[in-house]
């Protein structure tokens, strides 16, 4: 019988954790199919671990230390899972409301490209926005001359799309793959962990393919970017940018580096001119969930 451990982080957002663990209970999987959920609770105040142990007691409910983020609590998850041997690990956002067929959809993916000999190769799931149906995560690739600046591919309706790398909310990985390229890189700590390891995994040989169409819904995570503002000091610019949920100095230059060399290097850099330069704009679309 296949496996899936299914692969989750959480901080303090209770109901949608819960909802999430809610329409999982939902999915269409086959009945040759065994799934397994892993979710690290990064000692959320909110209730948000006793919670799960109560409603949800088939979880494994995994305790974080309280500082993991995104990129150390996926990596608790996913690094637990593997220990355990499954045949596939399916990393999701607990902010993703999924469609109940999410699962074959995913099988059927991963078959149709091994059937055509793209073996191995990781399946990466679309989201759309839950009010206007707009595309938010899923697919990445690089279309200009900057090697650090990724935008999205949106879903074929009926045929699966090579990507270049992908967000991590609904991301299916072999076996075969997570043992050729590992664990997400926990130096990571909250962005650029998933986008790394897409891009890890090409170098080695290996795909990255899209689902047809869109396999759940979720809202894009908007963050209050205060270092690019006007409003907060140069002091504070410079604090505020180095903090997990900014943009800070050895996550970013350490994936612009390791992505571009040089080139990407200097990209990297240049992102940074907002800190001196600012300007009106403080929020963006933050590829991966805002954890503090």
């Known amino acids: 019988m296949p496996s899936i451990a299914i692969c989750l982080a959480c901080f303090n957002r209770r109901e949608k954790t819960l909802r999430c663990l809610e329409s999982l209970k939902k999915l269409h999987a086959p009945p040759s199919v065994r799934l397994q959920t892993y979710l690290v609770d990064d000692a ?20 974080g230390n309280g500082n993991l983020f995104w990129g150390g609590g996926m990596h608790l998850a996913f690094g637990t899972a593997m220990q355990e041997g499954h045949d596939f690990y399916l990393w999701l956002n607990d902010d993703e409301d999924l469609f109940p067929d999410l699962i074959p959809r995913l099988l059927d993916t991963y078959q149709t490209v091994s059937d055509h000999g793209k073996r191995p190769a990781i399946i990466v799931g679309s989201s759309c926005d839950p009010d206007n149906g707009q ?56 962005q650029m962990g998933d986008f790394d390891y897409g891009l890890r995994a090409r170098r080695m040989g290996i795909q990255v393919w ?3 169409g869109f396999v759940g819904t979720c809202a894009p995570n908007i963050v209050k970017n205060r270092w690019k503002s006007r409003a907060t000091s140069l002091r504070q610019r410079l604090k505020i940018v180095n903090t997990p949920l900014g943009l800070p100095f050895r996550d970013w ?3 612009a580096a390791r992505h571009g060399g040089v080139f990407g290097l200097l990209f990297g850099l240049a992102a940074y001119r907002r800190v001196f330069f600012p300007d009106e704009r403080a929020s963006s679309t933050n590829p991966t969930p805002a954890k503090k």
């Open 44 to 63: 959320s105040p909110d209730g948000t671990g006793q919670a799960v142990r109560d409603q949800f007691p088939d979880v494994r409910l995994i305790e």
């Open 210 to 212: 899209l689902c047809p």
């Open 135 to 190: 595309p938010t995560y899923g697919g990445r690739f690089r279309p200009h001359f900057s090697p650090v600046n990724f935008q999205y591919i949106p879903p074929h309706p009926t045929e699966p799309r090579e990507c270049e790398t992908m967000n991590g909310n609904i991301v299916l990985i072999p076996a075969d793959v997570s043992k050729a390229v590992g664990n997400i890189d926990p130096r990571f700590r909250q």
């Open 253 to 255: 230059l350490t994936f």
